[in-house]
């Protein structure tokens, strides 16, 4: 027998569902996966926000942002904004 548990991420974000197999060993315990819990999120929640997990309960917190990672060409082209001599070097 397994139950529906609710899963975060080492920050307490909410990333989703799993299940929790009862304890062979105690009927009616059941044994709940590293980050997770049996308390529910909200049902819903705005686009700019995400259910947060504090140890207790569930909290709304502004959603956080990924940083997209700049490519090759864009770093290149920063630094030698930053570093113009390096530029003359380049163009003798």
């Known amino acids: 027998m397994s ?20 304890s062979p060993l105690e009927p009616g315990v059941f044994l709940l996966p590293a980050n997770s819990t049996e308390i529910h999120p909200p049902k819903a929640w705005p686009e700019d926000q995400w259910p947060r997990f504090d140890g207790q309960s569930w909290q709304l917190i502004t ?3 990924q940083q997209t990672e700049k490519s090759a060409e864009e770093k290149l082209v920063a630094f030698l904004n930053d570093n113009p001599d390096v530029m003359k ?3 003798k």
């Not at 139950?3 to 009862?22: R, S």
């Open 3 to 22: 139950k529906t548990v609710y899963q975060y991420n080492y920050a307490g974000l909410y990333t989703g569902t799993t299940e929790a197999d009862e």
């Open 63 to 65: 959603k956080p942002t």
């Open 89 to 91: 070097l380049m163009r």
